[in-house]
């Protein structure tokens, strides 16, 4: 997760429990307990052994590559900022509250997302994770995908006259 790359949580040895589907949302509920972060992630239960749940790995794994590919769309990104993002500014020590302009996809693989905002040294790492946890909310198609949000100072060649 912090390298940025995919992640598909694999549980082996499922025939060596009672399979049930509360054993399986136990499992999951404790990990993503521990491990908040967790909860954007799929879990798969196999078998090596007996080959049970293998099979979905090969569906699985190109789904989350498509979906490390995709880019959303400057439209939905502003329409984003304007509907959460305005709506939940961060508290500001400095006095100064953060204004974010507009934002943009600028890479796939893991895609990055850039928010051009007055002043990034306002951003603390907790809104940050906020951010990231809305947008794939809001984007709802990012399951499995690590990604990227930078803030950046809007250059003045990048202001509306």
Known sequence: IQQKRNVLIVINKWDTTDQSK????????????DMPVLDYYPFLFCSATNGSGVPILFKVIPDIIR?????LSTGLLNRFVDEVIKSNPPSSRSGRPLKIFYSTQAEVLPPTFVFFVNDPTIVTNQYRRF????LRDYSGDLEGVSIRIKFRARSNRNKPS
């Open 22 to 33: 509360s054993e399986r949302d136990a499992i999951i509920e404790k990990c993503r307990a």
């Open 67 to 71: 979906r490390s590919q995709q880019r």
């Open 131 to 134: 951010v990231e946890r809305k």
